[in-house]
C-alpha cells in the first residue's frame, strides 16, 4: 500500500526527529506503522548521522552566518518549488533544523570525495609561509634560537623565533616540546620589551602543543607594540594564561642578543 503525500511526509518527518532528537513510545509506533505501509520507507538520516559521528567532525553550535544564509536560501527554493503539507510549528522548526543539518552532511561528503580526509595539522595553515616570507622579504626580520630550560617540559625542546618589528608579527617554531593538557595548563608567550620596564613584557598570547607533533609552528600574538625586541620567552602557566607571569615555571628563552 502507497502513502499519501501527507503521511509520506509525515513519515519523513518522524525519520528525522528519530535521526536527531529521538522518539517517544507514541512516535515509534506510528513510524512503524507508517513504514509498515510504505513500499519504499527506507532512510538515510540515521546512516548520514551515524557518519558524520564517525567522521570525527566537530560540529557547532552556531554555524557560519554565510553558511547559514545559503542554506536557508536553497531551503526556501526548495519549499517554493515543491509545497508540501502544512507542518505543525514545532515540526517546521525541525525541518529547518534537518535542511541545515542534511545539507551540511551534503557538504561534508562533497569536500571528502573530493579531497580526501584531511590530514591531521598541529600547525595553523600558511604560517609555514608566513615565517618563510618574513625570512625572505622582512630585512628588519629577526630569527633567535631557543635556549632550553631544566623544565621537564622543554629539556628537548629546540626551534626558533622569527620576528617583524615592522610587521609587529611572528612565527615561533618548536621541535621537542612537551605536549600539554590545555585543561591543566598552556604555554604563554612573553615579549622583553627594551623600551618598557622589563619586569612587564608584553604577552604574546597561550598556545598549546598537541600530542604526537614532531614540528609546531606557532603564530605571535603580541597584545601591544613591542618596540625594541630583546627577548622573547615562554612560561607555563594555568589555563588561559596570566595578565603577570611569575615565571616559576620559565620553559624556554630566545635572546636577541645571544641570537
Known amino acids: 500500500m502507497s502513502l499519501t503525500d501527507q503521511q509520506r511526509a509525515r513519515m519523513q518527518d518522524l525519520l528525522a526527529d528519530r535521526a536527531v532528537f529521538g522518539l517517544n513510545a507514541a512516535e515509534q509506533d506510528e513510524l512503524r506503522r ?89 600547525s595553523e595553515p600558511g ?3 608566513l615565517r618563510e616570507r618574513f625570512l625572505s622579504q622582512q630585512t628588519d626580520a629577526i630569527q633567535v634560537p ?16 622569527v620576528w617583524s618589528p615592522e610587521q609587529q608579527a611572528g612565527v615561533m617554531r618548536f621541535r621537542g616540546l612537551k605536549p600539554n593538557d590545555p585543561t591543566v595548563e598552556q604555554y604563554q608567550l612573553w615579549i622583553i620589551d627594551g623600551e618598557r620596564n622589563a619586569a612587564q613584557p608584553v604577552d604574546g598570547g597561550v598556545f598549546d602543543v598537541p600530542p604526537g607533533s614532531d614540528e609546531v609552528l606557532v603564530k605571535i600574538a603580541a597584545k601591544l607594540t613591542v618596540f625594541d625586541p630583546r627577548a622573547f620567552a615562554v612560561t607555563i602557566e594555568r589555563p588561559g594564561g596570566v595578565v603577570v607571569s611569575d615565571r616559576e615555571r620559565l620553559a624556554l628563552l630566545a635572546s636577541v642578543d645571544a641570537g
Open 34 to 122: 507508517l513504514q509498515a505501509e510504505a513500499a519504499d520507507s527506507c532512510s538515510d538520516f540515521d546512516q548520514v548521522a551515524a557518519d558524520i559521528l564517525l567522521a570525527d567532525l566537530h560540529i557547532v553550535e552556531e554555524p557560519p552566518s554565510t553558511l547559514v544564509a545559503r542554506l536557508i536560501a536553497d531551503a526556501d527554493v526548495g519549499r517554493t518549488s515543491a509545497p508540501t503539507a502544512p507542518l505543525r510549528p514545532v515540526n517546521r522548526r525541525r525541518s529547518e533544523v534537518m535542511a541545515w543539518f542534511v545539507s551540511a552532511c551534503l557538504l561534508v561528503v562533497t569536500v571528502f570525495a573530493l579531497n580526501g580526509r584531511p590530514e591531521q595539522s598541529t
Open 127 to 129: 604560517l609555514a609561509e
Open 146 to 161: 631557543w635556549l632550553p630550560s631544566k623544565d621537564p617540559a622543554a629539556q628537548e625542546a629546540t626551534g626558533d623565533v
